[in-house]
């Protein structure tokens, strides 16, 4: 009974250490947790217009919204964890065309110089 016990669990540990080792992180992602109308728009034309620099589609994009019935929403663009845009957007179709294009500027110009940012992270990781 033992033996059919240690056998089962490395049988059970070699099936689910390779099944880790073969599994594969999705990216290029552009996800959607928006409220309302005005978040569906913006999300839509992000979408739209979204083209990723060369050989950056590394990331997964999320798009958030909280909603303010008085004001409009604040419109949140991330990459993976880190939020890089961050703005009111009013329920008007110029201004969420404008908030767009500033959103896909800051994302685009963020992955450009990724590789910069990358090494200067891991210098100043290297003095502390």
Not at 113 to 127: A, F, G, H, R, T
């Amino acid at each position: 009974m033992k033996k059919r016990l240690i056998l089962i669990a490395i049988f059970l540990l070699f099936f689910s250490t390779n099944a880790l080792a073969q599994k594969e992180e999705i990216t290029g992602l552009i996800f959607d947790y928006t409220k309302s109308k005005i978040g569906r728009t913006f999300y839509d034309e992000f979408v739209k217009n979204w083209s990723p620099p060369p050989g950056m589609d590394i990331f997964n994009i999320t798009i958030e919204e909280w909603v303010d019935p008085k004001f409009g929403s604040v419109m949140i663009v991330r990459i993976d964890s880190l939020i890089l845009y961050q703005n009111f957007v009013l329920p008007r179709e110029e201004d969420i065309e404008l908030k767009v294009k500033e959103a896909l500027e800051v994302v685009t110009e963020f992955l450009l110089n990724w590789k910069k940012y990358e090494k200067q992270l891991e210098m100043e990781s290297k003095i502390l």
